[in-house]
């Protein structure tokens, strides 16, 4: 399974624009990528998850470049709210697995500040 | 639109004893995995039930075990507690093996459980 290397924490101003990135050098083929947000006390919830270029949906955009050996969550405007930890997935789909366990890394410890 | 719950929320429990957690997951989905979540770590990934069978496993012991029913609910249960099972222990669930386009899995508010 490739690895995932992100910032154990980023500081923010409310109202500011997010990018939190994931490297995962070891990518293969056939592994899309996929991010969490956690809250305290919570489970983690699906963000967004993609396999290269460009993909957005009302919560967030990923972008992956070509090498797909990196990818970046840009979250827009975070608000206090947004204060969670955020975790870069690397994992293969296929029809025999399509519940392939998550595999989880410590993820990035977003704080927002007013 | 019920989404994954856990009971009980909180557990203490001394070393040497055994406990059963239970999740019942999404309206119309029939998959459930278990996470372990230590403090200030991701989630890892124990087991996963489909079909009422243990289909995947991580590197949790055998003293850590578990049982999906026919309605999909699912129950953990962990035997000769120790005190590095203190952790809040996280139920997921998702449709189980099909033609997907991403996999996303829905996870429950998790069940803390105090080991002393």
């Known amino acids: 399974l490739a690895k995932t290397t992100q910032p154990i924490s980023m500081d923010s101003y409310e109202g500011q624009e997010v990018n939190i990135t994931c490297s995962h050098n070891?990518?293969?083929?056939?592994?899309?990528i996929t991010w969490y947000q956690q809250f305290p006390s919570q489970g983690p919830r699906f963000i967004i998850q993609?396999?290269?270029t460009k993909v957005t949906n009302e919560v967030a955009s990923l972008f992956i470049p070509a090498d797909r050996k990196s990818s970046t969550l840009s979250l827009p405007r975070v608000s206090l709210s947004d204060t969670a930890v955020y975790y870069c997935?690397?994992?293969?789909?296929?029809?025999?697995?399509?519940?392939?366990?998550?595999?989880f890394g410590k993820g990035t410890r977003l704080s927002v500040i007013a | 639109d019920a989404g994954v719950t856990q009971s009980p929320t909180h557990l203490i429990k001394t070393r040497g004893q055994q406990v059963t957690l239970r999740c019942s997951p999404k309206?119309?989905?029939?998959?459930v995995s278990w996470y372990q979540q230590a403090l200030g770590q991701g989630p890892q990934f124990i087991f996963q039930?489909?079909?009422?069978?243990?289909?995947q496993r991580g590197n949790f012991p055998d003293r850590f075990s578990g049982h999906q029913f026919p309605n999909y609910s699912s129950e953990l249960n962990v035997n000769a507690l120790l005190l590095g099972d203190s952790a809040l222990y996280l139920c997921?669930?998702?449709?189980?093996?099909?033609?997907?386009?991403?996999?996303?899995?829905?996870f429950g508010p998790g069940t803390r459980l105090t080991v002393l």
């Open positions: 997921a669930s998702s449709m189980g093996p099909r033609e997907v386009s991403y996999n996303e899995q829905f």
């Open positions: 070891n990518i293969a083929t056939n592994d899309y």
């Open positions: 309206s119309g989905h029939d998959t």
């Open positions: 039930y489909y079909e009422e069978e243990e289909r």
């Open positions: 993609g396999y290269k």
């Open positions: 997935l690397v994992g293969a789909l296929s029809w025999n697995s399509g519940n392939t366990p998550l595999v």
